[in-house]
């Protein structure tokens, strides 16, 4: 599950990778090793794409140990996810502004020190707060860990490479994510979840001493608008996760609802009025830019919202251990990477409209048979059911990136793949805590259960539907604006 970002606007001299160099700055890092180089930037996607999954079967040790309800639990998935979409759009910026290595640094190590206030939180409020510090850091690394990849491999077919390596990285924390936060919190603590990325952060940082420092670039930061972003997703984050507790009638709901209303006027208005605007709104006047970010919200959404349904399912309500519960979403995540190459394929010959539809109906398939699933149905009916929400999900978000890249204008392609992946967050968030307030009232756990699930078929046939119809037919040569 790839995640690009933005590349900014530059007037700036080129260097021969085709970055923007700064005349006084030092030299590119690809005078370094490019093990060195490739071996840092896995390390990063490595630790992000893993945090966002190891917590979730360690949820009910963290709730058993600090107390705390529901929604609190929510909030430390949510905390996470919510700061990596909210920072991810401007994140590149940032990074290019500083150079690549230098935000990536800076990232590692405030992501190294959350990890360790999570691991020593004496409790949920500072476990929450740190949280949503690694959140914010792992969206500067992304696009930091990237940009050290392009500026150190020039040869393109060595660069794509590289950036599979990097891609597949991803693919494999997801896949073990739930194993090791199973393993981690029965052998050890719920706190050796988050020490994990302790040494690993180290070795980052260490090898960071042996990359030449990047050039940095003329990037203007578009703070309003970042401040937008941040109100308005965590004003409706708030809003969906204390709606459920507080009553979707409460002041503090509706208050925060109205922030975020407004945080998303402020966004358009200042995006409209710049003159390099964070995000150009024309993008969305393209059509499969939209429904690649319907697809993409819906598929993450579904994807991250089963993982923490099952993850509490196994545990509050059939009584496994978090290595159970971790091992049972191996054969899901394990077929990830297999399908990923699947999908690349088929949409090379037919189209990616084809991979998107086949896989988001795949979805539908399991989320509709985990209707099935109840407080006695054997353990390997819904282990079984959770493979063709791995599989269909596999096979669609390659197409998503592909599909959004081939139908855009090359100077603003960056921008849509930044814009696709904060969609995907915002999925991912907007799940845990809709899916969360679902069946927060354990005497109705299974009534939550189904209803999350009836949500998901509604909004995968739905994206299924839009995706076979409006997306263009055939394999796209070239951009469209």
Same mark, same amino acid.
């Given at each position: 599950?790839?995640?690009?970002?933005?590349?900014?606007?530059?007037?700036?001299?080129?260097?021969?990778?085709?970055?923007?160099?700064?005349?006084?700055?030092?030299?590119?890092?690809?005078?370094?090793?490019?093990?060195?180089?490739? &071996?840092?930037? !896995?390390?990063? #996607?490595? $630790?992000? *794409? =893993?945090?966002?999954? +190891?917590?979730?079967?360690?949820?009910?040790? /963290?709730?058993?140990?600090?107390?705390?309800?529901?929604?609190?639990?929510?909030?430390?998935?949510?905390?996470?996810?919510?700061?990596?979409?909210?920072?991810?759009?401007?994140?590149?910026?940032?990074?290019?502004?500083?150079?690549?290595?230098?935000?990536? &640094?800076?990232? !590692?190590?405030? #992501?190294? $020190?959350? *990890? =360790?206030?999570?691991? +020593?939180?004496?409790?949920?409020?500072?476990? /929450?707060?740190?949280?949503?510090?690694?959140?914010?850091?792992?969206?500067?690394?992304?696009?930091?860990?990237?940009?050290?990849?392009?500026?150190?491999?020039?040869?393109?077919?060595?660069?794509?490479?590289?950036?599979?390596?990097?891609?597949?990285?991803?693919?494999?924390?997801?896949?073990?994510?739930? $194993?090791?936060?199973?393993?981690?919190?029965?052998?050890?603590?719920?706190?050796?979840?988050?020490?994990?990325?302790?040494?690993?952060?180290?070795?980052?940082?260490?090898?960071?001493?042996?990359?030449?420092?990047?050039?940095?670039?003329?990037?203007?930061?578009?703070?309003?608008?970042?401040?937008?972003?941040?109100?308005?997703?965590?004003?409706?984050?708030?809003?969906?996760?204390?709606?459920?507790?507080?009553?979707?009638?409460?002041?503090?709901?509706?208050?925060?609802?109205?922030?975020?209303?407004?945080?998303?006027?402020?966004?358009?208005?200042?995006?409209?009025?710049?003159?390099?605007?964070?995000?150009?709104?024309?993008?969305?006047?393209?059509?499969?830019?939209?429904?690649?970010?319907?697809?993409?919200?819906?598929?993450?959404?579904?994807?991250?919202?089963?993982?923490?349904?099952?993850?509490?399912?196994?545990?509050?309500?059939?009584?496994?251990?978090?290595?159970?519960?971790?091992?049972?979403?191996?054969?899901?995540?394990?077929?990830?990477?297999?399908?990923?190459?699947?999908?690349?394929?088929?949409?090379?010959?037919?189209?990616?409209?084809?991979?998107?539809?086949?896989?988001?109906?795949?979805?539908?398939?399991?989320?509709?048979?985990?209707?099935?699933?109840?407080?006695?149905?054997?353990?390997?009916?819904?282990?079984?059911?959770?493979?063709?929400?791995?599989?269909?999900?596999?096979?669609?978000?390659?197409?998503?990136?592909?599909?959004?890249?081939?139908?855009?204008?090359?100077?603003?392609?960056?921008?849509?793949?930044?814009?696709?992946?904060?969609?995907?967050?915002?999925?991912?968030?907007?799940?845990?805590?809709?899916?969360?307030?679902?069946?927060?009232?354990?005497?109705?756990?299974?009534?939550?259960?189904?209803?999350?699930?009836?949500?998901?078929?509604?909004?995968?046939?739905?994206?299924?539907?839009?995706?076979?119809?409006?997306?263009?037919?055939?394999?796209?040569?070239?951009?469209?604006?």
């Amino acid at each position: 599950m790839a995640i690009l970002t933005r590349p900014a606007r530059t007037d700036r001299p080129r260097t021969p990778d085709g970055t923007a160099a700064d005349p006084s700055a030092p030299a590119s890092p690809s005078t370094s090793s490019t093990t060195t180089v490739l &071996a840092a930037a !896995l390390l990063a #996607f490595f $630790v992000i *794409s =893993l945090d966002g999954s +190891v917590v979730n079967v360690a949820l009910p040790a /963290i709730s058993h140990s600090l107390g705390g309800t529901m929604a609190d639990l929510q909030w430390i998935v949510d905390g996470y996810t919510l700061m990596f979409a909210a920072f991810m759009l401007s994140a590149g910026t940032f990074s290019d502004r500083i150079g690549a290595s230098r935000a990536y &640094a800076w990232g !590692l190590a405030s #992501f190294t $020190v959350a *990890s =360790l206030a999570c691991g +020593v939180a004496p409790n949920l409020g500072t476990l /929450i707060g740190a949280r949503m510090v690694q959140g914010g850091a792992a969206a500067l690394m992304v696009p930091a860990s990237l940009a050290l990849i392009r500026q150190t491999y020039t040869d393109p077919g060595k660069r794509a490479r590289a950036i599979a390596i990097w891609t597949a990285a991803g693919s494999v924390a997801v896949a073990v994510g739930p $194993v090791i936060g199973g393993m981690l919190t029965s052998g050890l603590s719920w706190r050796a979840v988050f020490y994990l990325n302790l040494p690993v952060g180290a070795l980052g940082l260490a090898l960071l001493t042996r990359i030449a420092p990047s050039p940095r670039r003329a990037a203007p930061v578009d703070l309003v608008g970042q401040l937008s972003v941040v109100a308005s997703l965590a004003g409706l984050t708030y809003a969906v996760i204390e709606g459920g507790r507080a009553g979707w009638g409460s002041v503090d709901v509706l208050g925060t609802l109205a922030l975020a209303a407004v945080g998303i006027a402020v966004f358009v208005a200042t995006q409209s009025r710049r003159e390099q605007p964070m995000v150009p709104l024309s993008i969305f006047k393209n059509r499969t830019v939209l429904v690649c970010l319907a697809a993409g919200f819906t598929i993450n959404a579904v994807f991250y919202g089963t993982i923490f349904l099952l993850g509490m399912y196994f545990q509050q309500v059939r009584g496994a251990s978090p290595v159970s519960t971790g091992a049972m979403f191996i054969p899901m995540c394990a077929l990830i990477s297999v399908v990923n190459m699947a999908g690349v394929k088929l949409a090379a010959r037919k189209g990616a409209w084809v991979p998107m539809t086949i896989g988001q109906l795949v979805m539908t398939a399991g989320s509709l048979l985990m209707l099935t699933v109840t407080s006695s149905t054997s353990y390997w009916i819904p282990v079984l059911l959770l493979v063709p929400i791995g599989l269909g999900g596999g096979l669609a978000v390659p197409s998503l990136t592909a599909a959004i890249l081939e139908n855009i204008d090359g100077d603003r392609a960056g921008t849509a793949a930044a814009v696709l992946n904060t969609f995907r967050q915002v999925g991912s968030c907007i799940a845990v805590a809709a899916f969360g307030a679902l069946i927060a009232d354990t005497g109705h756990f299974q009534r939550g259960f189904d209803t999350s699930f009836v949500a998901c078929v509604v909004m995968l046939l739905a994206t299924a539907a839009g995706t076979a119809v409006l997306l263009p037919r055939g394999a796209k040569k070239g951009g469209a604006s």
